[in-house]
């Protein structure tokens, strides 16, 4: 059958080997910390220094990061999709970007960051987002407001995520939806899986090992991103 709404969703196993670490490896750590303890509003409060400080490190490290054959094929995929192509991505590096900005693509597609992206910040007062290249001090003055200051433009857990209502109407009109490289352990994402299965789409997950919702897909394939991905891309 010839797919024509395409929904994929990836997570950080697709930039795992670009070199970008999980976040669930074996330790569930991070640079010695639980990202659910520093990914919070609470902690941002409580220490600014150390989540901007969690935050700069990770952004410096974009330098020293490429995409990997994974987001090349999706690029590739989305150069020449004639239907509508969503791609939603977890992650906050900008590997996904920095491959569609190396090969245009066709009309239809959308790339949507649903969890922020490190080379952003915001006004904690205004909400306004600019562009965030270099590190963040704690007390980063905003331009935006006189009492604001600047924080990751990242989505922190117990926070909302980004464009769900233009995701779910996504999803709820796909008629394949492909997750890449995620253990299906955060939510809203662990549930787009369901939304496209009451739309009627095709399911299919391509990751290293089953994730936590593996039974929910028609269609499980597991192996590295950068062998599984090509493939995948090239029999649509
Ligand atoms: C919200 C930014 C509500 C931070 C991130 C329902 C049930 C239970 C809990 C909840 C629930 N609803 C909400 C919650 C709470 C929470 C949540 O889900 N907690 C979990 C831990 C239980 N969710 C939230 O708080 C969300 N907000 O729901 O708000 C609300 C409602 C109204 C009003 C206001 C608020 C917000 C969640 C967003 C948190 N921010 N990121 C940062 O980056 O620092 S989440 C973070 O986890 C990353 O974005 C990451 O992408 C994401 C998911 O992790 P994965 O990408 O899947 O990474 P992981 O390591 O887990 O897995 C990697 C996979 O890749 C593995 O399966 C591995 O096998 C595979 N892999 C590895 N190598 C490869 C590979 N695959 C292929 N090839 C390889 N080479």
Same mark, same amino acid.
């Given at each position: 059958?010839?797919?024509?709404?395409?929904?994929?969703?990836?997570?950080?196993?697709?930039?795992?080997?670009?070199?970008?670490?999980?976040?669930?490896?074996?330790?569930?750590?991070?640079?010695?910390?639980?990202?659910?303890?520093?990914?919070?509003?609470?902690?941002?409060?409580?220490?600014?220094?150390?989540?901007?400080?969690?935050?700069?490190?990770?952004?410096?490290?974009?330098?020293?990061?490429?995409?990997?054959?994974?987001? *090349? #094929?999706? &690029?590739?995929?989305? %150069?020449?999709?004639?239907? =509508? @192509? !969503?791609?939603?991505?977890?992650?906050?590096?900008?590997?996904?970007? *920095? #491959?569609? &900005?190396?090969?245009? %693509?066709?009309?239809?597609? =959308? @790339? !949507?960051?649903?969890?922020?992206?490190?080379l952003k910040a915001?006004?904690?007062?205004?909400?306004?987002?600019?562009d965030c290249p270099?590190?963040?001090?704690?007390?980063?003055?905003?331009?935006?407001?006189?009492?604001?200051?600047?924080?990751?433009?990242?989505?922190?857990?117990?926070?909302?995520?980004?464009?769900?209502?233009?995701?779910?109407?996504?999803?709820?009109?796909?008629?394949?939806?492909?997750?890449?490289?995620?253990?299906?352990?955060?939510?809203?994402?662990?549930?787009?899986?369901?939304?496209?299965?009451?739309?009627?789409?095709?399911?299919?997950?391509?990751?290293?090992?089953?994730?936590?919702?593996?039974?929910?897909?028609?269609?499980?394939?597991?192996?590295?991103?950068?062998?599984?991905?090509?493939?995948?891309?090239?029999?649509?």
């Amino acid at each position: 059958m010839a797919h024509q709404n395409l929904v994929i969703l990836t997570g950080s196993g697709i930039s795992a080997e670009s070199g970008v670490p999980t976040f669930r490896a074996a330790d569930g750590l991070w640079m010695g910390h639980r990202v659910e303890d520093v990914a919070t509003p609470q902690a941002f409060a409580r220490d600014p220094a150390l989540v901007q400080d969690f935050y700069n490190r990770r952004r410096r490290q974009l330098a020293e990061v490429q995409p990997n054959a994974a987001h *090349r #094929a999706l &690029a590739e995929l989305a %150069a020449r999709w004639d239907g =509508d @192509l !969503l791609l939603v991505t977890q992650n906050v590096d900008d590997l996904h970007d *920095r #491959a569609h &900005a190396a090969n245009p %693509a066709a009309p239809g597609f =959308d @790339l !949507l960051h649903m969890h922020g992206e490190l080379l952003k910040a915001h006004c904690t007062i205004t909400g306004r987002v600019l562009d965030c290249p270099g590190d963040l001090a704690p007390d980063q003055p905003s331009p935006f407001h006189p009492r604001g200051t600047l924080r990751p433009h990242i989505v922190w857990f117990g926070e909302m995520p980004l464009h769900m209502d233009r995701i779910e109407r996504a999803l709820g009109a796909c008629d394949l939806f492909v997750s890449i490289g995620t253990s299906g352990a955060v939510w809203p994402a662990a549930g787009f899986v369901q939304l496209a299965r009451h739309a009627g789409a095709r399911t299919v997950e391509l990751n290293l090992e089953p994730s936590q919702g593996s039974r929910l897909f028609d269609e499980r394939i597991h192996g590295p991103a950068t062998e599984v991905v090509p493939v995948f891309c090239s029999s649509l």
